[in-house]
C-alpha cells in the first residue's frame, strides 16, 4: 500500500512511500493482539501485595476460652481469622505475573496492530525532522499541523532523537518511541499512529523475519 510523505507543516511532499502488506495490509488476529497486550500489562505490575495471615500477625496464642460450654464456636487464639485483628484467610502473597509468549505470536500482534491503524486510516507518515534544541512549543507546532493536537499520538522514530523526545516529555497526550522499543499496547492505545519515514525500513525488517 502506498502512503503519501506529509512534512512537519502538514502538507504533501509529492513523495510516497511503499508499506509492506505483509505488515500493514494482513487481516487482524485479534486473540493474537488480546495475548500480547495482556502479557505487556501483566509485566507492569510489581506483585508486591502481601496480607499478613494467622502465623505472621502479632498477638498472643493463649487459646482465649474453654473449649465447651460457652454456647459458640470454639477459637484457639485471638490471631484467629474470624476475629478482628486476626490473620487473613489465603491473603495476597508476592507473585510475578508475567508469562511467556512466543515470537511469532509478538510479531502477529504487532502486525495486526499496525494493519488496525492502517485500516481505520489512522497511520501517518511523515517526513525525517529534528529540533535545534528541545523546545516543547515547536512540537505542540508540529502536533497542529497535524491535526493532532487535541488527539493521543504515538510518534515512532528510526533512530533515538534526544531534541524531539525531550520536546514531547511534558505532553500527556503524545509519545516519542523508537521503532526497537515499539509494542503491541503502544500501538493500540494511540488514537493517531506517526511514522516518521526512517523507521519504516527497520519496522518491516523486524517484522518479516
Known amino acids: 500500500m502506498e502512503v503519501k510523505v506529509l512534512n512537519i507543516s502538514g502538507k504533501e511532499t509529492g513523495r510516497k512511500v511503499q508499506l509492506s502488506d505483509d505488515v500493514f495490509g494482513i487481516e487482524p488476529n485479534n486473540h493474537a493482539v488480546y495475548l500480547d497486550v495482556k502479557q505487556y500489562l501483566a509485566n507492569q505490575r510489581q506483585g508486591t501485595h502481601k496480607a499478613k495471615e494467622r502465623a505472621e500477625v502479632a498477638g498472643s496464642t493463649r487459646k482465649i476460652k474453654k473449649q465447651k460450654g460457652t454456647g459458640t464456636a470454639r477459637a484457639g487464639s485471638a490471631k484467629n481469622p474470624l476475629f478482628k485483628g486476626g490473620g487473613t484467610v489465603f491473603g495476597p502473597r508476592p507473585r510475578s505475573y508475567s508469562f511467556k509468549l512466543n515470537k511469532n505470536l509478538k510479531r502477529l500482534a504487532r502486525k495486526s496492530a499496525f494493519s488496525i491503524?492502517?485500516?481505520?486510516?489512522?497511520?501517518?507518515?511523515?517526513?525525517?525532522?529534528?529540533?535545534?534544541?528541545?523546545?516543547?512549543?515547536?512540537?505542540?507546532?508540529?502536533?497542529?499541523?497535524?491535526?493532532?493536537?487535541?488527539?493521543?499520538?504515538?510518534?515512532?522514530?528510526?533512530?533515538?532523537?534526544?531534541?524531539?523526545?525531550?520536546?514531547?516529555?511534558?505532553?500527556?497526550?503524545?509519545?516519542v518511541i523508537t521503532n526497537s522499543e515499539l509494542s503491541t499496547y503502544a500501538i493500540l492505545n494511540a488514537n493517531n499512529l506517526v511514522l516518521l519515514e526512517s523507521s519504516i525500513e527497520g519496522i518491516q525488517e523486524n517484522l518479516s523475519k
Open 117 to 175: 491503524k492502517a485500516k481505520e486510516s489512522n497511520l501517518i507518515v511523515v517526513e525525517d525532522f529534528n529540533f535545534d534544541a528541545p523546545n516543547t512549543k515547536n512540537f505542540i507546532n508540529v502536533l497542529k499541523a497535524l491535526g493532532l493536537e487535541s488527539k493521543k499520538s504515538l510518534f515512532v522514530l528510526g533512530d533515538t532523537n534526544k531534541n524531539v523526545y525531550l520536546s514531547s516529555r511534558n505532553l500527556k497526550a503524545s509519545s
